[in-house]
């Protein structure tokens, strides 16, 4: 007769033979998979975004290795620059511009203090010193503008907004029109234009900025491009004084036909009453956005600004003079 402990599962015992067991995963796509136990490597491939290329600029004496991708913008200069194609000829003949430290783009006119804040404003990496200065912001403007940064012109303009206030009248007009921001303009001309009696000398250049031209080769194209320019700027003002003129005018006699008013915007009483505030500075505003309405849409039409030169890809390997870069 058998005991109850006969008629219980014999307990396991060591096989002689190998048990296989699920291998562990030797990459990403193979975890927690039981397919076999291949050896061979997964195929790779670059990431879409987090895939950066180096390019060297040439500044003055000074070299920039940045990355590429910050400068292949769409609708810049730099995007038709680095799509020009290249043989393998031209490979082993001469290495593609800016690919290394001895074959720099060179960028002609531009200062090294500006385009180093430029950098800061493309590149802006945790923990690097911000751009705050006046002279930075208009470097930063100035260069986003001339190579169609379209976000990056919008920043400084941003910027400067409050900066720009503490500048003199003429030179914030003139910023105005180099880079085209009509609201500077107008500011300005507003500022003028409330002011009793008419500051001239705020809107015409002194004699020592024509002066300064008197040091230079008069047969240099220099000394006749920044001479065109001041006689240009010269005339803008003087046409602008009378339009200025024409402006006050109007607002002293509309101020008088309609007696002491109050503006709920300006938080001020004006009128004949108030021969230093005939008119408040929204009608002012109003006055000049009519009376300079042709400036003004040109400034918003073209924010095209060409100087100094684009940057120019020969396709061949520049000569550095001995000693130099």
């Not at 109850?4 to 193979?30: A, E, H, M, W």
């Not at 990496?125 to 260069?143: A, E, H, K, N, S």
């Amino acid at each position: 007769m058998s005991s109850p402990s006969d008629n219980r599962p014999l307990s396991p015992s060591p096989s002689s033979k190998p048990v296989s067991r699920p291998t562990s995963p030797t990459s990403i796509d193979g975890w927690g998979s039981h397919a076999g136990t291949s050896t061979e490597r997964p195929i790779t491939r670059l990431d879409d975004t987090f895939n950066f290329q180096i390019v060297v600029f040439q500044v003055e004496d000074t070299l920039f290795q940045v990355l590429k991708n910050g400068f292949n913008v769409p609708g810049t200069p730099f995007e038709s620059m680095f799509a020009l194609p290249q043989t393998p000829i031209d490979i082993v003949n001469s290495p593609i511009e800016g690919s290394t430290l001895s074959d720099p783009i060179y960028l002609p006119g531009i200062k090294v203090k500006y385009f180093r804040a430029f950098l800061r404003i493309l590149y802006p990496f945790i923990g690097q010193v911000p751009v705050v200065g006046y002279d930075d912001w208009v470097g930063v403007l100035d260069l986003a503008t001339m190579w169609f940064f379209t976000e990056i012109r919008t920043k400084a303009i941003a910027a400067l907004a409050e900066l720009i206030k503490e500048k003199p009248i003429l030179e914030r007009i003139s910023l105005a029109r180099k880079y085209r921001v009509p609201d500077w303009l107008k500011d300005g001309y507003v500022e003028i234009a409330m002011k009793r009696p008419l500051q001239l000398e705020e809107l015409l250049p002194r004699d020592s900025q024509f002066e300064e031209l008197s040091d230079k080769d008069q047969n240099s194209a220099l000394y006749w491009k920044e001479s065109s320019e001041k006689w240009e700027t010269t005339a803008q003002n003087w046409e602008a004084v009378a339009r200025i003129c024409t402006i006050q005018t109007n607002a002293s006699t509309s101020a008088m036909g309609y007696g002491e008013q109050y503006c709920d915007t300006c938080a001020k009483y004006y009128g004949n009453s108030y021969p230093d505030y005939p008119a408040c500075k929204c009608r002012i505003g109003t006055m000049v956005e009519e009376v300079f309405r042709k400036e003004l849409e040109r400034l918003k039409d073209n924010v095209e600004h060409i100087e100094p030169s684009l940057p120019v890809t020969t396709g061949k390997k520049k000569k550095k003079k001995k000693g130099g870069l």
